[in-house]
């Protein structure tokens, strides 16, 4: 992994982000579900952030609010200091970039693969036609795509290679950020490994921040020098992945980490079994999101929402275990189940 400089690079403030639906005719009054809760999270210059959770928890919306693609309901986000909103907006697309999930689905069938490479640059009017030419055929160099390629349609390759020509496209630009929205998850495991070691490789060449939003949890632990959970909208815990991963301290990412499977058969396992369904975002329960779930819910867990703090160097969660107020709650209520 490279080097990271801790100048923050994104910083998110309490941003929360809510939409209004209708049910049945539209008649009555409009509902709201909250999508992004209360996030603060902060991004450093030439790291890569892991954001995992369960699909709906809101990791793509959270995405979505960083790229500018969305406003905020509340909150903030800073990109160098300054607020997004304060930012050009082709000045900002051309910093921040995104990799999906499909890669079939984010190239245009009736585009050349050159074509769509150098639309960016072409859009945002970077050098002469004969020098985006030659710089969409180093791109394809790069990701291990031969230069003749270039004029070939995305229908004519393989998954592998599509998603080898939406990072060249990402990369045209010359981003400082990277948003890889399930990068890999549609890929055969033998490729995904090609185009992790392909994302690393470009990171350490062209100084790139990413932000890897996954359900993979090897994949996470494998990329990502710092990682944040999600669960209905809100952070549970956030903070460096290998000792995450270690020992995690929220019940919802040792849930995570307990269903993540081990490739290994005679390894020992740590089991923390979820009960029940993820609430709607329509009808949160409230105090502490997950507390209908967790087998070590009580009393305060109910009512009260806990605060994402830190409860070990460099390691932040949103916990009642870890609040210092309800530790004699906790006490009291471990010596009844013992009598």
């Known amino acids: 992994m490279t080097k990271t400089d801790h100048t923050p690079l994104l910083q998110l403030r309490d941003v929360r982000k809510q939409y209004s639906i209708r049910t049945g005719l539209g008649l009555g009054e409009p509902l709201t579900v909250t999508a992004v809760s209360r996030v603060s999270l902060t991004l450093r210059q030439g790291e890569t952030l892991g ?52 890669p079939f689905a984010s190239l245009n069938p009736r585009q050349k693969i050159g074509d769509i490479v150098e639309e960016g ?26 230069p003749e390629y270039a004029n070939r349609y995305p229908h004519e390759f393989s998954g592998g290679q599509r998603q080898r020509v939406a990072i060249a496209r990402a990369l045209a630009l010359h981003p400082e950020l990277v948003v890889c929205d399930e990068p890999v998850s549609a890929l055969d495991v033998s490729i995904q490994a090609q185009v992790l070691e392909l994302l690393a490789d470009m990171r350490k060449r062209f100084d790139l921040t990413y932000l890897f939003i996954s359900h993979d949890l090897s994949v996470v632990g494998h990329v990502c020098e710092r990682a944040a959970v999600m669960y209905l909208g809100s952070l549970v815990e956030e903070g460096p992945t290998e000792s995450m991963f270690a020992d995690p301290l929220h019940p919802y990412t040792k849930a995570l980490l307990a269903a993540a499977p081990i490739p290994d058969p005679d390894a020992a396992r740590r089991r923390a079994k979820l009960s029940g369904d993820p609430p709607s975002p329509i009808d949160p329960p409230g105090g502490c999101p997950f507390h209908p779930r967790c ?37 009291t209520t471990a010596a009844k189940e013992t009598l």
Not at 122 to 144: D, F, N, P
Request: proline fraction near 5%.
């Open 51 to 102: 954001l995992v959770g369960e699909s709906g928890c809101g990791k793509s919306t959270l995405a979505r609010l960083i790229l500018g693609l969305e406003k905020p309901t509340s909150g903030d986000i800073h990109y160098r200091g300054g607020r997004l909103d304060e930012w050009r907006r082709l000045d900002l697309r051309r910093r921040m970039q995104m990799i999906f999930q499909d």
């Open 121 to 146: 640059p072409l859009i945002h009017h970077m050098g002469s036609r004969k020098e985006r030419k030659e710089a969409v055929l180093q791109l394809l160099g790069m990701v291990g795509l031969s």
């Open 295 to 331: 087998n070590q819910a009580f009393e305060p867990c109910s009512r009260v929402a806990p605060q994402l703090a830190e409860r070990a160097p460099g390691r932040r969660t949103a916990c009642h275990l870890y609040d210092p107020e309800h530790q004699a709650t906790l006490a």
